[in-house]
Structures are given as structure tokens and as C-alpha cells.
């Protein structure tokens, strides 16, 4: 008796499985209705040799991007739509469009995209990452397609010219962040609250118990979304980190692609575009699309 | 180990004092308003002692963690400018009160019953047995868990420093430390050391209390 309820329990679990499949075909069938009109915009794209990185992809149909999911506003997840949006994704789209492929946004944190890269889990990485030597070793990176900048973040209308004024003031950053460091050099006399997350800096400032906040402009930007009576500070930046995309070391002919593209969308305006939608209209700056070539980064980076 | 000890001593030491000062501010806070609550708690009403249960359940059934997330903000945003002293000092004291306050009341009920009765029928006032009969034979039964609650209290004082109020007490300087220098276990292992001061001079104190006060038996 026990026994044949057993089997009545296994055949409901493996019927929910089955189910389960079910809706995942379905959803692949969604993403194949899209794979046609993904097919339509290749027809006016280049066709790349088989041999190389481009051809692998498009032989595929989809680029794999490694991006941010919670770092408004370059990639995040917007809760009312359930898509990955932000700065990086609307770069990610070109190269996809470059290529005639449809774009697959996956997770990549700042712990795991390097391997990703190297597992060739992703494709190209484009999650805030800072161009540095270091890095340089281990992975490609395209020109600079953006320059964050460490910055200050404080009430409107409050008395912060620059990171001069931050003595004897109490600033929030983020404990074990490169900002504790900067910090403690070009405002010594600071008092910092150092915290785990960045929204505690926010709840923080938010209540008056701080009067600053510092870390990169991409971030403080995300304040300014949630709660618009907090500005930047004009002044000269604390720090400059040019961001590039990511991609398997050695890869000369992807950097070229890559390169190439980031040139067009500098330069069709669609890069200033994403600026203002993104970062401009909240911040009410502006901003040029990024010189640089890597070289010029890296060696910046050297001689400092 | 010890370099790396030599080379940050400035920051492990400030840390130091600053949760030196934390527990002892904390401590005397927890002591006055542990008493009172402990009052409220034996009190001869029935309306005094739920005030006091309400009280000591509500610090001690709420993790010191929320306490931290809820007052500070909470009451910067209603408008009471609190620094984050205050906060630290008040958050760890009031929640360490309600502890202070359930060993003093098991401290009073402790006494024999008789012993107030025996006071009782000699004349004393109420006042009086609770202060000459009742209370000084209390006070030596709460030595030794008081000692406890104070251990207790130093190592809770650390999640005040990880909290929003974020003073930079002994843990968080250990953890800036580790930041600079990626030293993890040379880093926390010096700020145990830390809390070992601490907590070995409070329990040597209390040692001394209780044989300074021991019943012969």
C-alpha cells in the first residue's frame, strides 16, 4: 500500500518536472521568434571569415555580454520591466548590432568576470570595469568607452567646492573601497564613516549624520536617481577610472572589431545619447566621449 | 605578526579606546536603567510590572543588529539630530539594561521570603527591608552573572561599530587594517587580543567582587 503511493508521488514529481521543461521550451521558443528578426538585421551586417571571434559569434547568433545587475545606471535590472538596462547594455546592443547577432546579457560580478572571460563563459564584459595594468595581463580590453570619475556627492546647495572643503567634515564611503585610501590622502582631515554598502551612505546623508559622500560618479549618480535634493560637487575629481570592455587576451582581430565600434558609436551620436538618458539628465552635466586610446591609459596608469 | 601589529599599532589602539569608552558609557547606562526597570519589575503593582516585563521584552527579544538600524535613522529622520556616540552608547546600553534587569529581579526574588516577613514583623518599613534585609543580600547573588552580562556587552559593543552608527571601534579598525594590508587572520587575530583585554580585566573585577563579598559557607 505504502509502496503505491510512493509511485503515485514520483510520477506527480516527474510530471511537474516535465512541466517544468515544458515552460522552458517555451521560452526558448520566445527567444527563437526573435532569433528570426536577429537574422533580418544580420542580412545588413558584415560577414566575418569563420576563422575568427566575430564569425564564431555570429555562427551562434548571440554574443554573450557579462554585465552588472545592480549597478544603476550603467546595468541593471528595472524591476518594472524585468530587463537589464543601463549605459553598458546600450553598448553592448551596438556591438550586437554590429555583428547581426542578438545580444545575452549574463551576471558578471566584479569576482567572476575575469574568469568568465577566460572560460569563455562571456564573450565581452562590459560591468564598470576600470582599466588598469593589472588587469591588462590577464585579459583584452577595448579603448576607454567611458571615464568614471571619484567624485563628491552632497545636499544641494551645500558648501563643498572640492575635496579641500571635506576637512573637519563627516564623509561616507565605502569600508575596504580604493575611496578609504583616496581619501584618507587628499582629505586627511576628514572624519570617515566608513560602511558596508553603499546605501547606507545614502541613508546617511539622507539624515544629515554625514555631509559628503565619495566614490565613483557612477555610483553617486545612482544616489542622485533615488532622491534628486542631492548634487554633485563641481570641483576637480578625486580620481579617474577609464572603463573598458573585456575579452579574451590576444585577440587582435576582435580588438579591431571592438575598437571600431566603440568609434562609430562615439561618433554617430548615439554614445552621447546614452550619456544624457542615463547619467546627464539626472546629474544635469555633460560630457564628451572619451580620446583615449587604451595605450594612452595604460601608460597614464604606469607613470603614476 | 607582530609586524604587522608594530606597524598599525596607532590604528588597533585607537580602536581600543574607542570601545573602551563605548563600554563604559554603555555599562553605567545599562546599570541605571536596568535598575529602574528591575524596580518596575518587583514593584508591589500589578500595572508597574507589566510596564517593566513590556520594557525588558522588548530590548531583549530584539537583535542588537535592528535596534542600530532602527533608532539611529529613525530618529535622525524624525528630527532629533542624535550623534552616533549617542546612538552607539544608548543602543548598547538600554539593550544591555534589559538583561541587567531580569538578573537583578531573579536577584530579589533570590532572597527567602521569610527574610522579608522576618523584617516585617520587627518594625522594619517596607522601605527598609527592601534596603537593609532584601537588596544588600541580592546584590551578592548578581555578582557573578552580572559579570556575564558585561562580557557579553564588550563583545556586543562590535556590532555597533558594523552597524549604520559605524564608529570606529576595535573591529573596524581591524578591519581597515585588513583592507590595506589583506592580512586577514593577523588582522582579526590582533583585534582579539583586544577584546581579550577587555574582557579579562572585567572578569578579574568581578572575581574580586565575589570573594570580597562571599558568603562563608
Redesign the interface.
Known amino acids: 500500500m505504502r509502496s503505491k503511493w510512493f509511485l503515485v508521488a514520483l510520477l506527480a514529481l516527474a510530471l511537474a518536472l516535465v512541466g517544468a521543461g515544458c515552460g522552458d521550451d517555451d521560452d526558448e521558443g520566445g527567444g527563437g521568434s526573435a532569433d528570426t528578426s536577429a537574422q533580418t538585421t544580420q542580412a545588413q551586417a558584415e560577414e566575418f571569415p569563420a576563422g575568427t571571434t566575430m564569425g564564431k559569434i555570429q555562427k551562434k547568433g548571440t554574443i554573450t555580454i557579462g554585465v552588472k545587475y545592480d549597478v544603476p545606471p550603467f546595468g541593471f535590472k528595472n524591476p518594472r520591466t524585468n530587463q537589464i538596462e543601463g549605459f553598458d547594455i546600450d553598448f553592448g546592443k551596438a556591438v550586437a548590432e554590429a555583428l547581426g547577432v542578438k545580444p545575452k546579457y549574463i551576471e558578471a560580478i566584479s569576482d567572476n568576470r575575469i574568469p568568465f572571460i577566460e572560460d569563455g563563459t562571456a564573450d565581452l564584459i562590459l560591468s564598470t570595469m576600470t582599466i588598469n595594468p593589472e588587469r591588462a595581463q590577464e585579459i583584452g580590453f577595448t579603448d576607454p568607452y567611458f571615464i568614471a570619475k571619484g567624485r563628491i556627492l552632497q545636499k544641494k546647495g551645500g558648501d563643498i567646492a572640492g575635496v579641500e572643503d571635506l576637512a573637519g567634515k563627516d564623509v561616507c564611503t565605502v569600508l575596504g573601497s580604493t575611496y578609504e585610501e583616496t581619501l584618507k590622502k587628499q582629505a586627511p582631515k576628514a572624519k570617515l564613516r566608513l560602511v558596508d554598502t553603499y546605501s547606507e551612505c545614502l541613508e546617511l546623508i539622507q539624515n544629515g549624520a554625514v555631509e559628503a559622500v565619495s566614490t565613483d560618479d557612477v555610483i553617486l549618480t545612482g544616489m542622485i536617481i533615488q532622491d534628486d535634493s542631492l548634487e554633485l560637487v563641481k570641483g576637480e575629481e578625486l580620481t579617474v577610472e577609464p572603463y573598458g570592455g573585456g575579452f579574451k587576451k590576444g585577440d587582435k582581430e576582435f580588438t579591431e572589431f571592438l575598437n571600431g565600434v566603440l568609434e562609430d558609436y562615439k561618433s554617430d551620436g548615439r554614445w552621447k545619447a546614452s550619456y544624457d538618458k542615463w547619467l546627464g539628465q539626472y546629474t544635469g552635466e555633460e560630457q564628451e566621449p572619451p580620446t583615449q586610446t587604451l595605450e594612452d591609459v595604460l601608460k597614464e596608469a604606469e607613470g603614476s | 605578526m607582530f609586524e604587522l601589529l608594530s606597524e598599525n599599532l596607532d590604528d588597533f589602539t585607537a580602536g581600543l579606546w574607542v570601545t573602551t569608552r563605548l563600554v563604559v558609557a554603555s555599562f553605567v547606562v545599562a546599570l541605571v536603567l536596568g535598575t529602574l526597570a528591575a524596580a518596575l519589575r518587583v514593584a508591589p503593582s500589578k500595572w508597574l510590572n507589566r510596564a517593566g516585563a513590556v520594557y525588558v521584552e522588548v530590548f531583549r527579544d530584539t537583535p542588537l543588529l535592528v535596534l542600530l538600524f532602527i533608532s539611529?535613522?529613525g530618529l535622525?529622520?524624525s528630527g532629533v539630530?542624535i550623534g552616533?556616540w549617542t546612538a552607539g552608547i544608548a543602543a548598547l546600553g538600554v539593550y544591555t539594561s534589559a538583561y541587567v534587569a531580569e538578573v537583578l529581579r531573579s536577584g530579589v526574588f533570590a532572597v527567602a521570603k521569610g527574610q522579608g516577613e522576618a523584617g516585617l514583623s520587627l518594625g522594619f518599613t517596607q522601605g527598609d527591608v527592601l534596603r537593609r534585609i532584601v537588596l544588600p543580600q541580592a546584590a551578592r547573588t548578581v555578582i557573578g552573572p552580572l559579570g556575564s552580562i558585561t562580557i557579553a556587552m564588550i563583545k556586543n559593543s562590535a556590532i555597533v561599530g558594523?552597524s549604520?552608527v559605524?564608529l570606529?571601534d576595535l573591529l573596524?579598525e581591524a578591519?581597515?587594517v585588513n583592507?590595506?594590508t589583506f592580512q586577514t587572520e593577523e588582522s582579526f587575530f590582533w583585534a582579539a587580543v583586544g577584546y581579550l583585554l577587555l574582557t579579562v580585566t572585567v572578569t578579574v573585577f568581578f572575581r574580586g567582587l565575589e570573594t570580597r563579598y562571599a558568603v562563608r559557607r
Open positions: 539611529y535613522p535622525r529622520r539630530e552616533a558594523a549604520i559605524a570606529p573596524k578591519r581597515i583592507s590595506n
